[in-house]
């Protein structure tokens, strides 16, 4: 999940004109001071270095500013700055499935290739996506933001319904990329994802070995966990987040539906359930999972799940994210190989670091993956 930024004007909230750095953050329980490693059991843990004035502080600031259509136009504003080419492509998914995605290409001898994946009801154009596009071509690497079905103007392209579970035409699509763009250039290969876009970019990093994707990197903002205790939370929390996605889910059904009515004959109170409603249904007509609670299984990384992952792994999570249960990383089982970064603040995928709307995780993973491939 990612984007609730277009309800920014439901949250009041004064922007100062100068806002003034605030004090160090402070350490997220748990974890020691950045830079070192956490000895308590569970993974590895640091304390992350962002620390935003003391107006940015407030999570749902952070998480409807960050994807806000004014960080939108940043991110469009920053993207088109960059000394670089730009390709749409559609790339093969398996089994006749297509999706969509724009490969960007800067100037010079590329470092490498790295795929980004968008948050729910996000797409290759939401902001964050653009500018960790332009983070990356700044430091030479080629980019492909990677729409999943039926998100961005991509619904026409299959038939059936997006869902979580949908990894395998990920990975395919992934390897399509991989073998047209990557390999024949010998370029190391690194993937990188926002909220749910991070839980595929991980499950990417379980099954990518297996599938003969190669990658050297696997970074993750945000990621979904634990999908069940994520629609708990947006559930039990602010009412903005759950009308968001519910209004942005609605659009995307109707969509469907006036694409292929003799498929989709679905009616209007059908759209006019909330969100777990709203699942369940989609679960016991478009998918192969008999429950609610089956399917949210299918894609649950928490616990033990990620302790087998043989990539270079690095986590971001914001302590108060509104959205993800911030408890469940301390209790991830990973490799030595993997680290988590946990700040106080960030909220959902926010991060912003100034009145500029600058973002933290944006240049995070910019340096993690310019750390991980040779120059």
């Known amino acids: 999940m990612s984007d609730p930024g277009a309800a920014a004007r439901r949250v009041a909230a004064p ?10 953050a402070p350490r997220a329980p748990g974890a020691s001071g950045p830079g070192h490693w956490s000895k308590d059991s569970g993974p590895r843990i640091t304390t992350s270095s962002y620390d935003p004035p003391r107006w940015l502080r407030n999570p749902h600031v952070q998480s409807v500013l960050g994807s806000s259509p004014l960080r939108r136009r940043v991110g469009q504003k920053a993207l088109a700055s960059m000394d670089a080419t730009h390709h749409a492509h559609t790339v093969d998914g398996g089994e006749g499935i297509r999706l969509a995605g724009c490969h960007s290409v800067p100037t010079g001898v590329p470092r490498g290739l790295v795929l980004l994946l968008h948050g729910w009801e996000g797409s290759i154009d939401s902001s964050y996506m ?11 690497f080629e980019v492909f933001r990677l729409n999943f079905r039926d998100h961005g103007e991509t619904h026409h392209l299959n038939e059936a319904l997006f869902h979580s579970n949908r990894l395998d035409e990920v990975v395919y699509a992934t390897r399509d990329v991989v073998q047209r763009l990557a390999v024949p250039r010998g370029l190391p290969v690194a993937v990188a994802g926002y909220s749910l876009g991070g839980n595929f970019a991980l499950r990417l990093g379980l099954r990518g070995p ?3 994707i190669d990658l050297s990197h696997v970074c993750a903002v945000c990621p979904v966990l634990d999908p069940a205790r994520t629609m708990d939370a947006m559930e039990q929390g602010l009412p903005l987040y759950l009308w968001y996605f519910e209004k942005k889910w609605r659009g995307s059904l109707a969509r469907k539906r006036d694409l292929f009515p003799d498929t989709h004959a679905f009616d209007d109170a059908t759209l006019r359930l909330r969100m777990r409603a709203l699942t369940r249904w989609m679960v016991e007509r478009h998918t192969d999972f008999d429950t609610l609670d089956h399917y949210f299984d299918g894609y649950t990384i928490d616990g033990d799940r990620l302790a087998a992952i043989a990539v270079t792994t690095s986590i971001l999570m914001a ?4 959205v993800i249960p911030v408890d469940a990383f301390r209790a991830l ?3 030595a190989h993997a680290t988590v970064e946990i700040s106080p603040w960030g909220g959902h ?3 912003l670091q100034n009145a500029r709307l600058e973002g933290y995780a944006e240049q995070w993973i910019a340096r993690r993956i310019a750390d991980a491939m040779p120059a």
Do not use: H, I, N
């Not at 922007?15 to 160090?24: D, L, Q």
């Not at 302590?319 to 509104?322: R, T």
């Open 15 to 24: 922007v100062p004109s100068a806002p003034s750095a605030g004090p160090s």
């Open 130 to 140: 653009r500018l960790t596009a332009a983070a990356l071509l700044a430091r030479g």
């Open 210 to 212: 297996g599938a003969g």
């Open 319 to 322: 302590e108060d994210d509104p």
């Open 333 to 335: 089982t990973l490799p």
């Open 349 to 351: 995928c926010g991060f």
